[in-house]
């Protein structure tokens, strides 16, 4: 009997490659061949690209057009596309931070950065922005099986459906397993979006309004409601909580790779909101709803005339369903990452390896029909789903979305940040006007979460070196142009030090034998990743041969010198997110969603 079998729920397991299984090298007290992990899944461009746009869209496409009404059609337009540009960059920033430090997930990357702390809020953030939208989905499969099924009980219809198509495709195992049903899911958002823009009545609105200048000229910004219409799109564009997960699933997880991803996900989610949000508004404009699909007559209230725009929205409602059974385990394996992060001790799940810790079926089963089971009761009792989602958007999506990325990339990238901020500093004692300014953007904070994440990475790397090298590299492994272990050891040294110490140090000289033998190595790129380095490690640890890990290596070496612009736009995506917080929490007390 293998040990897997008979081994408690928490038992550590160990993991290897099945096809390097010797049986020689272990005796019958040691594991044998079945209890070696299969290795994780990945997915194609294509099928990352569905995940993320599955991941993106959720069940904010539906209120986009109430957004537009609360913010106004022109701002409303405006902000759906920074909201994509800003997604896309965030997406970007986020993985490159990550990639910087090979961290493999969300809270590691925080951890790395702010230690406990950042490992703690990151945990919270990601299960409010995981288990939010879990329970939200359940809440409009239920009200909308209602309206499409009036004559049965629509709790039983929840039950029943979830049992038979959300929890078995919760049941899977690696993010990458998902990609099938997130393309019907793409495939049933295009067709919901092209329903209600063909059938919204946006033509006899026009001609009942005095035409589309006139609409415009009314609904061009409405600053006493724009919170609201804010929280909405932000929460429709909040993706981060999963960006690394899915950005892990991806075959050769380059920085390429994943930018064609996200700007392909991006552009196609922005299309959509524009369309949805556009044709909604403007066949409703002021009687728009938070649900655009309450806005179309039902099948019973309907007139002869208006029956074919009922049916259209039965269709609609259908498809809407349909996208909650496919978008729901999306978030579920969000939620269980971090009930696996903190629920198993171990280098594995803690760098969340959800993979290796998820392979035994208990687990698995166990984790998933609790967290299923924690979101059916109060969606079977409840049905106020704006409170859910705002409550989400506000608080969490803004944090992990804006206000997490920009501290990260400030704390990762520090050295460089307290370089730039050292040569402004040392004008100040010239210029009261720059003394000034230096107080009113808040260098000093800035300066402040630069050190902080600084410290951080020097105690993790203290921690890290203690432990056995790792070999997993889910993000692909990097050759920096500049870094080098002898120069990231002088700058953290240094931290303590006046401002001018950072920066000191010319790392492009620095020899780098971990990086060098990326490219030197007689196995190739493949061999040359899986040979053992962690965090500044050099001994190699064995090998792993190519065939079993598909090569995941940059092709181009990386320039990691970050001018001031991209700390600025760091700052200014903490500031937005900061703002889409405050004007949120307001907007929940002053308004009813």
Known sequence: MSQSTKSPFFAPRKKSNPDLFD????DDTDIDARDFIEPEHKSTRLGCTANLITAIVGA??????????????????????????????????????AKFVDASSYEL??????????????????????????????????????????????????????????????????????????????????????????????SETLQEKGGLIKVLEEST??????????????????????????????????????????????????????????????????????????????IIEATQE???????????????????????????????????????????????????VLDRWDRRGAATVLLYLA???????????????????TVAASTLSYIMPGL???????????????????????????????????MPVWTRVASVGLEGQAKYDVKVSAMTPSNEYRLGKVKHKRIGSACLSQRRKARSSSFSDFGSCDASKVPDPITDQLIKSPGGLATAALEGESYGATDVTGFVSPSNFP???????????????????AILFVLFGAVAFVTGIMSMFSHEL
């Open 375 to 393: 979101a059916l009761f109060p969606a079977l009792e409840y049905n106020d789903v704006g409170i859910v989602l705002s409550l989400t958007g």
């Open 23 to 26: 049986p020689d090298l272990f």
């Open 109 to 202: 990357l925080c951890e790395i950065a702010f230690q406990r702390v950042g490992w703690n809020v990151c945990n919270l953030m990601m299960f409010l922005m995981s288990f939010g939208p879990m329970l939200s989905y359940l809440m409009i499969v239920k009200d909308t099986l209602g309206r499409i099924l009036p004559e049965y009980d629509s709790n039983t219809s929840l039950v029943v459906t979830s049992l038979l198509i959300i929890l078995p495709v919760s049941m899977q195992r690696d993010m990458a397993d998902l990609a099938r049903t997130s393309r019907i899911s793409v495939m049933f958002n295009i067709t919901m979006v092209s329903l209600i823009a063909w059938h919204s009545p946006s």
């Open 551 to 569: 090569p995941r290596i940059e092709p181009v070496v990386q320039e990691d010198k970050k001018g001031a612009w991209s700390f600025v736009v």
């Open 306 to 356: 208006e029956l074919h725009r009922a049916r259209a929205a039965n269709i609609a409602s259908m498809l809407l369903c349909g996208t909650m059974f496919f978008v729901y385990p999306l978030e579920s394996f969000v939620c269980r990452h971090v009930v696996m992060t903190n629920l198993f001790k171990g280098r594995a799940a803690h760098e969340g390896d959800d993979h290796a």
């Open 60 to 97: 904010g496409i539906i209120g986009i057009p109430y957004a537009m009404k609360e913010i106004g059609v022109v701002a409303g337009v405006f902000l759906i596309i920074l909201s994509g540009v800003l997604g896309r960059t965030s997406l970007v920033m986020l993985v490159e931070t």
């Open 221 to 298: 910004f409405r600053p006493s409601t724009c919170a609201i219409g804010l929280g909405v799109v932000s929460f429709a564009f909040s993706c981060q909580h999963s960006s690394l997960i899915i950005a892990g699933s991806l075959k050769d997880p380059t920085k390429e790779r994943w930018g064609n991803v996200t700007s392909w996900a991006l552009t196609f989610c922005v299309v959509l909101a524009l369309v949805q949000g556009s044709f909604g508004y403007l066949g409703f404009t002021n009687q728009t709803e938070g649900n655009i699909l309450n806005n179309f007559p039902t």
């Open 408 to 442: 990260l990339y400030i704390g990762i990238y520090g050295d460089q940040f307290l370089a730039l901020a050292s040569q402004w500093r040392s004008k100040l004692e010239s210029s009261i006007l720059l003394h000034i300014a230096w107080h009113v953007l808040l």
